[in-house]
């Protein structure tokens, strides 16, 4: 079956820099790669996602990017604001399951 | 607009008594619905799924079962619970026909003491 992983597991930037989670996934057939935000004490949030048949795909400060040759993909947020701070989850799949990573705990400080 | 629906938000329970968390969805047809278990700090684990009304999916086995009585409705249950079972519940809808996005509720914080 699927297996992702996702990396860094803690993320720390100062407000204005960018931040960059990347995730690795492992069947080939997974074709739909969802990130979510998750805040404390909540269900996560879809924030982006992307189809096998995109490289790329940017929305706001907020970009996700796809290298189906190498299984990988990447969430990127640029000029970080504290409201970031959150636990990120990457996830890969296809027909109706997902597979999630372990999860990236972002703080963004002031 | 589609809402997802779960309650309790946080339930305390002794070990060796029954379960019962609902999940309802409004604003869509025959969804697809899942139940996921996320331990502390860790990454979400599928626990069920139905594509229809009586049609569940296993994905773990354990001490938990689940049902969906009606088109929008998705309960988790267990007859026992055990220490192991705490955890924050988590239910998700998508839509049917190819790869769609999970939207999630606000989960049910579970203890067991």
């Known amino acids: 079956g699927e297996n992702v992983e996702q990396h860094p597991s803690t993320l720390s930037v100062q407000e204005g820099d960018s931040a960059v989670i990347k995730c690795t996934y492992s069947d080939s057939a997974s074709n739909y790669f969802p990130w979510y935000k998750q805040e404390l004490g909540k269900g996560p949030q879809l924030i982006i996602d992307?189809?096998?048949?995109?490289g790329e795909k940017k929305d706001q400060r907020i970009a996700v990017t796809l290298n189906k040759t190498a299984k990988h993909f990447s969430l990127h947020i640029t000029e970080t604001q504290p409201e970031d701070s959150a636990v990120y989850f990457c996830?890969?799949?296809?027909?109706?399951?997902?597979?999630f990573g372990t999860g990236t705990r972002l703080l963004v400080s002031p | 607009s589609q809402t997802i629906h779960q309650w309790p938000a946080t339930l305390v329970q002794p070990v060796g008594s029954p379960l019962s968390l609902e999940c309802t969805v409004e604003g869509t047809s025959n969804p697809n619905l899942y139940w996921y278990r996320q331990a502390a700090g860790r990454g979400l684990q599928l626990l069920f799924y139905s594509v229809g009304i009586g049609q569940i999916s296993s994905e773990v086995p354990q001490n938990l079962s689940a049902s969906r009585p009606q088109d929008r409705q998705f309960i988790l249950s267990s007859k026992k619970l055990l220490l192991s079972d705490s955890g924050f519940y988590l239910c998700?809808?998508?839509?049917?026909?190819?790869?769609?996005?999970?939207?999630f509720g606000d989960g049910t914080r579970l203890s067991i003491l």
């Open positions: 992307i189809r096998s048949n995109v």
């Open positions: 996830a890969a799949g296809g027909f109706q399951k997902l597979v």
């Open positions: 998700a809808w998508s839509g049917t026909g190819g790869p769609q996005p999970q939207h």
